[in-house]
């Protein structure tokens, strides 16, 4: 405590009314700035900020070099009037759109309320251009995900994310039976191929991992709030994926005939790729990427346009593939044509 500065005897609520204070007035500030203002110990003001969360107010933090830095998520009195043009809420249509995706979950419910508000506040002669302006882009979507059993949970999820608690998360994992307990710092949301996924640290594991939200079963919020680590950055635990699944990097050659050439030499299917034209009027992609699976699905889906020059596992790993559909077939045949033929008989 500074010499000559009186000491401060706030109660709990004296505190809570001078950290909310404090916090909408300056862009941030640590547990020891909040500490010093308020003549407590950096526990007493931990407990505080979990006060004022219950009292309404969304607490966000972030490092700041090399500090953790606490302020509110949005300061609502000082959010200026927003108007829209009509590009503008074209672009926000077509977003809207892609929300498709969000089916079943609390998300898409939030997206259409924040429609409702956009719409409400409009001038009248744009709201005559909103049905068309609806129609600019139309999902079609395939192979849905069904977040019919997740649903309830999501919104304890979005709790736990924008608030940094700890959660305990029951997760079904896919082809399994009972559904397994995990311990989780949830981070990120990813999204890929129209599933939205959990990226977290599971500290039963011990490791990074990733739940898909239609399996989860349940979530329970903790009152433990966790640091992420500072410098995180999502991205950096797909840098090597082909997908999501980062295993070992593999340097990946495919070759692509003619038929196919022109659509696959104008995508980027992976940062660095090279794509070299060859003598038949085909094309060769070759780039470095982990996710076998996922690979082999990709080259699959191509049929007998693609064929893999390296390495030689995944060449293996599609032939085989190839063989036991082929063989699959083949013994289906045998079996409908003995059918028909006792059928006949």
Known sequence: MQKGKPAKKYSQAGRLHTIIRLLEARRGMTLDELAQECDVDRRTIHRDLNAVEEAGYTLTSEWQEGKKVYGFLAKSRNIPPITFTLNQLMSLYLLRSLGVHLAGTPFQQEIEELFRTITSVLPDRYV??????????????????????????????????????????????????????YEVDPYTLVFHKGGIYLL?????????????????????????????????????????????????????????????????????????????????????????????????AWILSYGAHAEVLEPPELRREVKRQVREMREFYRSKEKGEKKGGKGHDA
């Open 128 to 181: 005559a251009h909103l049905e068309r302006i609806a129609r600019v882009a139309l999902p079609i979507l395939h192979g849905a995900r069904d977040y019919s059993a997740a649903g309830t949970h999501v919104e304890e999820l979005q709790r736990a994310l924008l608030h940094q608690y700890r959660i305990r998360l029951r997760y079904a994992k896919q082809g399994r039976g009972a559904a397994e307990e």
């Open 200 to 296: 977290g640290y599971a500290h039963n594991r011990g490791a990074m991992r990733l739940f898909a939200l239609e399996r989860v079963r349940g979530v329970e919020v903790t009152r433990q709030r966790f640091d992420i680590p500072e410098g995180y950055e999502p991205e950096s635990q797909f840098t090597s994926a082909f997908g999501l699944v980062s295993d070992t990097p593999m340097r990946v050659r495919v070759r692509f005939s003619s038929e196919v050439a022109p659509s696959v030499r104008e995508r980027l299917w992976r940062p660095g790729q090279q794509v070299k034209a060859d003598r038949d009027g085909g094309v060769i992609v070759e780039f470095e990427a982990a996710g076998e699976k996922e690979l082999v």
